[in-house]
Each structure stands twice: as C-alpha cells, then as structure tokens.
T-cell receptor
Framework: DTAVSQTPKYLVTQMGNDKSIKCEQNLGHDTMYWYKQDSKKFLKIMFSYNNKELIINETVPNRFSPKSPDKAHLNLHINSLELGDSAVYFC????????????FGEGSWLTVV | AQSVTQLGSHVSVSEGALVLLRCNYSSSVPPYLFWYVQYPNQGLQLLLKYTSAATLVKGINGFEAEFKKSETSFHLTKPSAHMSDAAEYFCAVSVKSQGNLIFGKGTKLSVKP
C-alpha cells in the first residue's frame, strides 16, 4: 500500500490548459505539502495544509490553487498552464511535530508544450 | 533564516570506494537535519535524520551522517559504494515553526564500476 500517492505520474499538456494533480495519504498525518522540483532538481515548498487549513503559501502564481477536502487529500489545480510550469510536483505528508519525517509521493512529471 | 548548502553538485566514486557527500547548515536555533535520496524518476526517500539525540546517525543502505555543531556540518558517508547507490542526494533542514523542509541543491552521486 502506497503511503502517499499522487496521480497522474506523467502529464503532457498544451499551454493555456487547466490541469489538476491529486494526492492522497493513508498515514493518518495532519499536514500535507506540495513541493516543486525544477529542471535543475531544486526542491521548493509551494503550499502546506494542516488539518485542511492553509499554513504555508509561498510566492507562487495565483494560477496555482491547492484544495484540501479532508486531512488525507490535497489536490493541486493549475490554470492557464505556461511553459515555465513544466516541472516535477511532489506531494508529501507528515505529522507536524518539529523534526518529524516528511514522506513524499512518487512525483508528477508535468510537461507543458 | 535556516538554510543548507551542499558542496559539490556532482560526486563520482568507484565501486567499493568511500562515499562522502557534504552538507553545511545555517540555523539560529538547534536544527533538525535530514538526508533524502532520489533515484531516477522516483520520489524522495528518507535515508536518515538528526533530531538532537546521538550526533552519529545511522540510516538505511549502510549510510551514516555525523552532526558537528562546531563545523555546522552534517556530512553523509558510506564506507563502500555500490552501483545501486547512484542517485541524487538531498540534505534538508526542518523549519522549526512550520515543520516543512528547506532543501539543499542536491548532489548527484555516480558510481563507476
């Protein structure tokens, strides 16, 4: 059983389209995250939700909108996709005690053409 | 603000040789430090973490790291490299107030036969 699962794993889409990436965790954690990994492998936090409440919202274009229907799910919706949005998006979860391990999903490879 | 710096974007070793991947941190408070590994086209997997207990931390796959406060370092080592160790390695520090991770830029480890 996958602890943090995200779909789709690969997504190729045209500029201007709207797409969503779904994420689910079965670890019982109270906090979920979206990280972006760029072409140089650099990882950066985008959003974090704790018990469905947004607690981290980094400088991300407002075309990106996270939605957390419950503690186990955190979806990422992207409007009007641009070439620069091409990246790997990782969902992750943890129990938000400082120093607790963050568990990552397998990643979603988004290519905008 | 907390940060990590990984020295060397690419490290190449021969199979059976010592692996040393360097990480230095900056933190105004005692840090929690992590090493993650990313195999090609996969998510991030925790290798080990330091959370203020023993300064020498043992992880999976024969890796270990030593926390040295005087040097603000948390270098990752493995006595004998295996071909299967070829991957991208990330050092990270936990943000105390929020629980998310700030990552270094990663070090790609290549292992030559």
């Amino acid at each position: 059983d996958t602890a943090v699962s995200q779909t789709p794993k690969y997504l190729v889409t045209q500029m201007g389209n709207d797409k969503s990436i779904k994420c689910e965790q079965n670890l019982g954690h109270d906090t979920m995250y979206w990280y972006k990994q760029d072409s140089k492998k650099f990882l950066k936090i985008m959003f974090s939700y704790n018990n469905k409440e947004l607690i981290i919202n980094e400088t991300v274009p407002n075309r990106f909108s996270p939605k957390s229907p419950d503690k186990a799910h955190l979806n990422l919706h992207i409007n009007s996709l641009e070439l620069g949005d091409s990246a790997v998006y990782f969902c992750a979860s943890s129990q938000v005690t400082v120093g607790n391990t963050i568990y990552f999903g397998e990643g979603s490879w988004l290519t905008v053409v | 603000a907390q940060s990590v710096t990984q020295l060397g974007s690419h490290v190449s070793v021969s199979e059976g040789a010592l692996v040393l991947l360097r990480c230095n941190y900056s933190s105004s408070v005692p840090p929690y430090l992590f090493w993650y590994v990313q195999y090609p086209n996969q998510g991030l997997q925790l290798l080990l973490k330091y959370t203020s207990a023993a300064t020498l931390v043992k992880g999976i796959n024969g890796f270990e790291a030593e926390f040295k406060k005087s040097e603000t370092s948390f270098h990752l080592t493995k006595p004998s490299a295996h071909m299967s160790d070829a991957a991208e390695y990330f050092c990270a520090v936990s943000v105390k107030s929020q629980g998310n991770l700030i990552f270094g830029k990663g070090t790609k480890l290549s292992v030559k036969p």
